[in-house]
């Protein structure tokens, strides 16, 4: 058995993995030098589709940011099908 106090740090101060890797990619990114960090932040924009589905059947998909949650740059803001 494990000490009271041992395990990730991460989880002491209250974050998730994925949360603290964002953390420390955000932080990366923000000390990086141009070039780089031009080129970096260019990719740290992520987004997903995304489709309701209703009897089985997938309704119209739309591109979602995943920082904002709202309609990203892939779409436009429109939606489409597929």
């Known amino acids: 058995m494990s000490a009271a106090g041992t395990g990730p740090f991460y989880r002491a101060a ?3 993995y994925l949360r ?18 031009a080129k970096a932040m260019i990719r740290q924009v992520i987004s997903y589709r995304s ?7 997938a309704g119209a998909s739309t591109v979602v940011d995943l920082k904002t949650g ?6 436009g803001g429109v939606t489409a099908s597929e």
């Open 14 to 16: 209250g974050m998730t």
């Open 20 to 37: 603290y890797a964002n953390l420390s990619a955000d932080y990366l990114r923000n000390v990086l030098k141009e070039p780089f960090k």
């Open 51 to 57: 489709a309701p589905y209703a009897d089985g059947k």
């Open 70 to 75: 709202m309609p990203g740059k892939g779409s």
